[in-house]
Structures are given as C-alpha cells and as structure tokens.
C-alpha cells in the first residue's frame, strides 16, 4: 500500500474522533489501524472496514453504492427541503427539540447508515453545525456524503464506510442515534436495534425509521421483484424498473381518484376515496410519483426499494417489542403505511 498524505485542506480526522473511539487514527492513504477488533484502513479522507459481516450485507452495500452514484440526483436546495418536510411529518421539528441541551454543547450525532447524506440534512439541517457528527454507512455513498455535506458547510463532519453492526465506538459513548431507512437492510432489524442501543449512552436518544409490513399483494409482489432482480447486473435492473417508474408516473399524471366502496379485509385493503396511483402504490406494487422529480430521480427511488436483497418488513408490536429488549422507552411513535417512526430514550442498559 501506498502511504501519502491524503490531498485535502482537512486531511486528519478531529481530536473528538480519536477521544471517542480511544486510538490516534491515521491521516495517510493505506495506513490502517485496529479499533474494537475491526481493521479499517484510510483511503482518500475516509477510514473503511476491510471486511463485511455477511454476503448478503456485501450485496446491500453494493446495491446502495451504484443506486446513489448518480451525481445529479436530489442536488437542487428544493429536494432538501421536500425531503426535510416528509421527516418532520415523522420525526417532528427534531432539530429544534428542548432534550438537545441533555447533552452539553456539542453532542455526539451518530448517523447509522447515512447514504449520500440527504435525510440528516434535510431533517436536522443548520443543526448539524452544532453537533459533532458521525456518519456510518456500508457502501461507498459515504464519499457523495462528505461532499454534499462540505457543499453545505456543515464542517464538524466525519464519515466511516463500515457495518453499522460494527460501529468502532465504545458502547454507551453517544449521545444521539439517527437511523433513516437503515435498519432492515442488515440480517436482522432486531439486532441492529439492539447493537446500536448499546452505543448510547444512558439518556441518549434513538431515532429510526423502518418498513412495515403491508397487504398480501404488496408484500408478495415486493418479493418477487426483488427476486428478479437478484438475477440481473446492477445495470439491468436500472433499466428494469424503469418501465414500472414510467408507469407509476402515468398513473400520477392522470390525477384519477377511485372510491373503494367497502373495505376489503381479506386483502387489507380499506374503503374510501384513494389516487389510482396511491393505490397501485400502497396495495399493489411500489411505483413512485412525484410530479417534481424526474424520471432518473424517480427511478432511484423505486431501485431503492427493489435492488437490496435485504429488506425486511415488521409491525408496530414488534419494532416495540426490539425497544425494550434494547432498554429503550418510546417516546414518539409515527406509524404510517410506509414504515414505523421511533424516537426513543435509553433507560436501561442492555
């Protein structure tokens, strides 16, 4: 390996990092050092684990580094704020929460499974200025993380390509947890619930989103999908979804309402009025519409879903069940059709 300076105006990691996970963590490409018996070498400003935990992992963390390497995805200022306005619809104004002053001036921000970083800034936006942040993530979007989040301003800022299941952080040494969308893309949500709470320190909050279950037909078309495309390159799966993209557009542009006249308990299918598109969407498969994004940015979401062979679906009473197990009292909870909201607190140690 090579061993050179690595070619940035910040090329060392911060003095709270190396405190944090108790090593002085190297500054030059293809240095490596050994932290909580995890390898993690520094390439190009960015310290990165050696080895996966499973094949299924390293499938996820494929399919998520070619899904965000498009460059030109979600970059306008708007994006940020539609997105920002869906996560306070779950989260609520998080950014502005009186339990920040819990944790003294500059809280330990951990982002378990960060992408591209849009979901932390379009949720906690200037926030991020006053925390000290930490985004983990298993693919190579955390390289398109650290540059949108240098492209904000937001400084205070460091990435790790690693398994949030191997986070190289002493247990009860954060102060927040943050996880968009993550949790059940590993083997287990269960587990990943429980690894991170251990990371928390007593007080400290978890804020996760996870799919939910849903109707036999979505669930069974989900599947299928996501089976096919098992067989494809990653490059034919792009262009796979795209006809279902397009339709799911169609359906949107058409502005067609459809009443269900009685609910349909066999298919969990409720009664009332619906948008044709929102009805292929919630009970029969997932084909994404915003008439604001286009059609690259529309497919991006729908391969989101589909490509991870990992993608595990739960329901409220279990993903409160994983809570206590994980010494975590629910404070907030937001169930939608999409997916579970959970904002929690760390009362017992696990």
Known sequence: MSSKPFASSKPCLPDWLNRLMGATLPCVDGAAI??????????????????LLSVTQAQ?????????????????DEDLALMGDWYRQMYGDVANEPWWADYGERPVLLEAGCGAGIS?????????????????????????????????GIEDAVFLQ???????????????????????????TRSAILALARKLKQGGRFMFYVYKKKGPIREFTDDYVRAKLQTMTQEESWRAMLPLTRFGKYLGDLKIEIDVPEAINVLDIPAGRIDLQRFFYWHIFKAFHHEKWNEDELNHINLDWYAPVNSHRQTPEEVRDW??????????????????TVIARKTVSN
């Open 120 to 152: 932390a800034l379009g949720l906690f936006g200037r926030k991020l200025n006053d925390v000290r942040y930490l985004g983990v993530d298993i693919s190579t979007a955390v390289e398109a993380a650290a540059r949108r989040f240098a492209g904000q």
């Open 162 to 188: 690693t398994s949030l299941l191997e986070v190289p952080v002493p247990d009860a040494s954060v102060d927040v947890i943050y996880s968009q969308g993550v949790l059940h893309h590993t083997d287990s």
């Open 323 to 340: 809570c206590t197990a994980a010494g975590l009292s629910v404070e907030r909870e937001h169930v939608q059709e999409s997916g579970i």
């Open 34 to 51: 050994e932290v909580a018996g995890q390898r993690l070498v520094m390439r190009e400003g960015i310290l990165r684990a050696e080895q």
């Open 60 to 76: 996820t963390k494929d399919a998520f580094a070619f899904i965000w390497s498009g460059q030109d995805r979600f970059q306008q």
